[in-house]
């Protein structure tokens, strides 16, 4: 009987309104996870099996369409990287109907769960560069490249920075 287990090692977490956020340090992602994501992701505790999940999601989400619903979310958490990677197959049977069929027996895009991810940038490419005209101290600052030192404005660069 499969077990899934969320990743928490090196997963910084925070909730942001109804999301949950999830920084994978490692892989450089983040992982914006919608309230039913975030709430399967936070049953995957490797001792609930996916039947048990499924109950539960049934009973929070009044869904008949629960066992299709987990079914979607753990592909959508383990494509993510966000559960551990046990050698179990992904799935115990195939899913009995398209994600189509699902939305339309559930009648709410809201209760299936999403993740958006992005990949995070380093630190270099994640500072912001000055426009020209801005004050500054150093070309390091500038967009241009180009601290003029007389004036302490970012200058126009094009190669030559006087």
Do not use: F
Not at 12 to 28: A, M, N, P, Y
Not at 113 to 124: E, F, N, S, W
Not at 142 to 155: I, V
């Amino acid at each position: 009987m499969r077990r899934p287990e969320a990743r928490r090692k090196r997963i910084l977490s925070k909730w942001i309104g109804e999301e949950l956020v999830l920084v994978d340090v490692d892989r450089k992602r983040a992982h914006c996870l919608n309230p039913s994501a975030a709430t399967l992701w936070q049953g995957c505790d490797g001792k609930t099996s996916v039947a048990e999940l499924a109950e539960k999601a049934g009973r929070t989400l009044g869904s008949e369409q629960a066992a299709a619903v987990v079914e979607i979310g753990l592909r959508r958490l383990a494509e993510a990287r966000l559960l551990e990677d046990r050698g179990e197959p992904r799935a115990e049977a195939p899913l009995p109907e398209t994600r189509r069929e699902v939305l339309w027996r559930l009648g709410a895009l809201s209760l299936l769960p999403a993740i958006t991810t992005i990949v995070l940038p380093a630190p270099a490419q994640a500072q912001s560069m000055l426009p020209d005209g801005s004050p500054c101290t150093s070309s390091s600052q500038c967009a241009s490249g180009c601290c003029s030192a007389t004036q302490m404005t970012c200058k126009p660069g094009g190669g030559n920075c006087l």
